[in-house]
């Protein structure tokens, strides 16, 4: 790969690069009142040019959405800030949030005023407690520094930010999950449409947006809709629905590899890459039997699919429900794939509201059968028990309100159809041993 100078983490190696002090000397908020004196539409159209789409999961693009809010709404309007970040493997809007804060506020400002909201919330996951810590010293600099509140900067333009701590669901990372708890209620996704651009938080017009998107924002609004786009890889010419894959991405690496990182990268670098060159190898002098792409809910790569590209359009390709987070783990070769799925399994059955009957029982199920088989129980036709469960459930066969079950769904079918022959022989041994086991038991 040619050299890439990173933006996104161009501060976080500095001394004390959390202080608003720092931050303006390296240039931060020094554009910020010419923006601010551009018209909301003319900051829209920029990032939509950008071609940005939301670093979140579900890659929609963010100037677009943007668009969808109802025109001449006499208000108010919210911006939700999706900081939640409950994906298993996925810490890198923590990176942002505790070593540069201020990147993400003068990105959530310009967001405010290109949707025109006054007002946006901050939904931070509650185990982050010196992400909010942080978060909390630089709000209070930029309040006293006229950066936030009333008539920013003398431009006429006002924005707060509300930080709310969240009390850990990953229900919550979904947005109007998200948005009925910032109401203070069970965090139970609503049925769409009114999706959250027509009616949000509190009944208003809200855009969500995680913080890694706003990120990206404040650095469109400095570099440039021309740098962004070449960064990263463009729409498939044979794909008319496909918008491209532009920009940095922050790529976290975990799992069984030598040096878990985060690192910002292109996107569109391939797993093997991250693996070999950024997280050291596979540890202990083993090989890569699956790689997750983006957390769990996006399903496995196997490893004859390792160069597969991490950009929005690369892991469906291969059978993956998508990039997700960009949240790779790595499993090595000595580890039984049915103990990683149960694991899946296990937390996504605890992590499910609950509110639609496919998700809430599929889970459970879905989990028992995986316990079943870790026992000795298991039937070979328990695989497709499982199969036919997982294709029951979520949003793509129609059966609940939210893509939390999609999500849960994933990695079962991928992992059956890609592991299949690993199941089955999981299967026969373990039941051969427990019968093993009754026989010696019977003689004694």
């Known amino acids: 790969m040619a050299t890439f100078e990173p933006a996104l983490f161009a501060r976080i190696n500095k001394p004390d690069s959390a202080a608003l002090k720092t931050y303006q000397a390296d240039g931060g908020y020094s554009r910020l009142k010419e923006f601010l004196s551009m018209a909301p539409g003319d900051v829209t159209n920029i990032v939509k040019d950008s071609g940005l789409r939301g670093r979140g999961g579900a890659g929609f693009p963010t100037g677009l959405k943007w668009t969808f809010l109802p025109k001449d709404h006499p208000g108010p309007i919210y911006l939700a800030i999706n900081a939640d970040e409950s994906e298993p493997g996925t810490f890198n809007n923590r990176y942002l949030m505790e070593l540069d804060p201020h990147q993400l506020i003068e990105g959530i400002i310009l967001a405010c005023h290109a949707i025109r909201s006054q007002k946006a919330y901050l939904y931070l996951r509650y185990e982050y407690g010196t992400s909010y810590r942080v978060l909390d010293n630089a709000i209070r600099e930029c309040r006293a520094a006229g950066i936030l509140g009333t008539n920013i900067l003398g431009t006429g333009v006002n924005c707060d930010i509300v930080l709310h701590r969240g009390a850990g669901a990953y229900i919550c990372g979904e947005e109007t999950g998200l948005i009925e708890s910032l109401e203070g209620k069970r965090a139970w996704p609503r049925i769409k449409p009114p999706f959250p651009a027509i009616e949000g938080l509190f009944r208003k017009p809200t855009i969500v947006n995680n913080v890694e998107t706003l990120c ?183 059966t609940t309100i939210c893509g939390l079950s999609d999500g849960a769904a994933w990695p079962v079918k991928n992992a059956i159809n890609k592991f299949r022959g690993e199941f089955e022989d999981y299967i026969r041994s373990r039941r051969a041993s427990v019968t093993s086991a009754q026989k010696l038991m019977a003689v004694h």
Request: charged share 20%; proline share 7%; net charge negative.
């Open 216 to 398: 990206c924002v404040t650095q469109i609004l400095y570099r440039g809709t021309e740098w962004f786009k070449s960064i990263g890889v463009p729409p498939d010419p044979n794909n008319p629905r496909d918008p491209g894959s532009f920009g940095p991405k922050l790529y976290c690496v975990s799992g069984h590899v030598n040096r878990p990182c985060c690192v910002e990268l292109p996107l569109g670098v391939t797993a093997r890459e991250l693996i070999e060159e950024h997280a050291g190898g596979v540890w202990k002098g083993r090989r890569a039997k699956a790689v997750v792409p983006g957390g769990i809910s996006m399903g496995f790569l196997s490893s004859s699919e390792l160069d597969t590209k991490l950009d929005f359009a690369g892991p469906g390709r291969v059978g993956c429900l998508g990039l997700g987070t960009a949240a790779v783990v790595v499993v090595d070769d000595q580890t039984s794939m049915v103990d990683v799925l149960y694991n899946c399994c296990r937390f996504m059955s605890h992590e499910s509201c609950g509110q639609c009957t496919p998700c809430r029982e599929g889970t459970a199920w879905m989990t028992k059968i995986l316990e079943r088989i870790r026992t000795g129980q298991g039937r070979s036709e328990d695989l497709d028990l499982l199969l036919e469960v997982a294709g029951s459930m979520g949003i793509i066969p129609g």
